[in-house]
């Protein structure tokens, strides 16, 4: 326990060399001169624009949040504030309303409510689409602008508005302190009740929820009383784990991965950066469980599971950002992340807009968000989530793509004679709430990649 606690302490002071002052060099001529231009240009609105008042602070901020808009998704410049909300939300205690959220095409959706918290005690579940905050719409905004709409001083009311399927409700929710539990367990028996005795002595499972700083720490007391119970196999379920800090990511790996690799950092000039375990023996065969909002840190974990042989993943392939941020302070009043470095698997492969592709594939779909009519031989991409679901439902579908094809033109009017529904193949917008109300109810009875696991594990205890 003690090599364990010392070794992630170690780690987890590693974090706060992220934050550092900006001191890199430019060219100077060049910063010279468009400095000149800048300047200029400032004087001229401040001096000549009639429009409504603008300061040379909201001048400043604006620009250069232009510069940044020229970068990637997960650069960002940040007033001290926000740079502050960002520290919070990494560190795993933030004022919110206690959701996790994605981006799903032109909208933003929760991936998932955490426990405890206002927004799950109101009944918010995952998939649910938010569409406006306090009344204000929220079609092309960010994560990251959502949640700036979403967050405010604790004890303060936030109104959210929800789309689940083609139904809209409003909740009023009350801002609190969410400490986010980084890990979770349940019992075996309690996921697998038609599970033997014997066979569930040998399995634990494991949730980690983000990547935060106390994560490392925090899963110690549950490894080690696994261990003590003889455990052989452990699921670790990284669904919708959207990441968090490197190293932590890198002290959990060095509990649970054998003697190796890890990831690899690699800079713009090419210089790489590796990082390593020295774990003797893994101690447990894993089955680790992925899906689509896997992503950063969670995803080099599941690689290194993959890469090492220490075990398998299930479900569906991982987000793929595979690049990593470091915080710099520009002054008292700003701050940035900037992307710096990528980061390749164990072995070296790239995850960046690629991701982790699991061993056994087993989707979830998503609801369907469109309200768009499907005819035979359409080629469109709204055609994609409705095989997915009829795929998922059991229905006779190739391999979904974008194609409207015979086969689902088949599946859907089968579909729509089991459901009562006006039986001529064309995919309407009755269908389609139909496939999204179905899909609801078969997901909330059964876990398809958790069963998919434990038929791994079982499969893994028939050989030994």
């Not at 109810?441 to 028939?462: C, Y």
Request: glycine share 6%.
């Amino acid at each position: 326990m003690k090599k364990y606690m010392k070794k992630i302490l170690m780690t987890v002071l590693v974090i706060s060399i992220l934050v550092t002052p900006v001191n890199v060099q430019a060219d100077e001529k060049v910063v010279e001169a468009k400095g000149e231009e800048f300047k200029a240009l400032m004087n001229l609105i401040m001096n000549r624009y009639v429009g409504d008042e603008v300061t040379e602070e909201q001048l400043f901020k604006a620009a250069i949040d232009g510069m940044f808009n020229e970068l990637d998704d997960y650069s960002t410049f940040y007033t001290k504030k926000q740079a502050d909300k960002l520290m919070e939300t990494v560190s795993g205690e933030f004022v919110g309303v206690g959701i996790e959220i994605v981006q799903s095409g032109n909208w933003v959706k929760v991936s998932k409510p955490l426990p405890k918290s206002p927004a799950i005690k109101a009944g918010v579940k995952a998939e649910d689409i938010i569409i406006a905050v306090n009344g204000e719409s929220t079609e092309n905004l960010t994560p990251n602008e959502t949640a700036n709409k979403i967050r405010g001083e604790e004890g303060t009311k936030v109104s959210i508005t929800f789309k689940r399927g083609e139904t809209k409700y409003t909740v009023e929710l009350v801002r609190s302190v969410i400490k986010q539990t980084a890990v979770e367990t349940r019992e075996v028996n309690e996921l697998f009740p038609k599970l033997d005795k014997a066979r569930a002595k040998q399995i634990t499972y494991i949730k980690i929820n983000s990547i935060n700083a106390n994560v490392a720490i925090d899963i110690v007391p549950h490894l080690l009383k696994a261990k003590d119970s003889g455990v052989k196999y452990l699921i670790l379920d990284l669904r919708d784990n959207l990441g968090g800090f490197v190293d932590t990511g890198v002290a959990l790996c060095d509990l649970l991965i054998p003697k190796g690799n890890i990831l690899h950092f690699v800079n713009k000039e090419g210089r790489k950066t590796t990082f390593t375990t020295d774990l003797e023996e893994a101690p447990f065969e894993l089955v680790v469980l992925t899906n689509e909002n896997t992503a950063s840190a969670s995803e080099f974990i599941a690689a290194a599971v993959k890469e090492s042989g220490a075990g398998v993943t299930v479900g569906e392939n991982t987000y793929g950002k595979g690049v990593a941020q470091y915080i710099y302070s520009l002054s008292d009043n700003y701050g940035l992340k900037l992307t710096t470095e990528e980061f390749l698997s164990r072995d070296g492969n790239k995850i960046n807009k690629i991701g982790v592709a699991p061993d056994y594939e087993v989707i979830v779909p998503n609801l369907i968000i469109s309200g768009e009519r499907l005819f035979l031989n359409d080629k469109l991409e709204e055609v994609m989530p409705v095989e997915n679901i009829l795929k998922f439902l059991g229905y006779d579908i190739d391999t979904p793509d974008y194609v409207y094809d015979e086969k689902t033109e088949k599946a859907i009017t089968k579909f729509q004679k089991e459901n009562k529904l006006r039986a001529y193949g064309v995919a309407d917008y009755p269908t389609l709430k139909a496939l999204n109300k179905k899909l609801v109810e078969q997901v909330g009875k059964k876990d398809i990649q958790l069963e998919k696991a434990l038929e791994v594990i079982l499969s893994k205890m028939n050989k030994n």
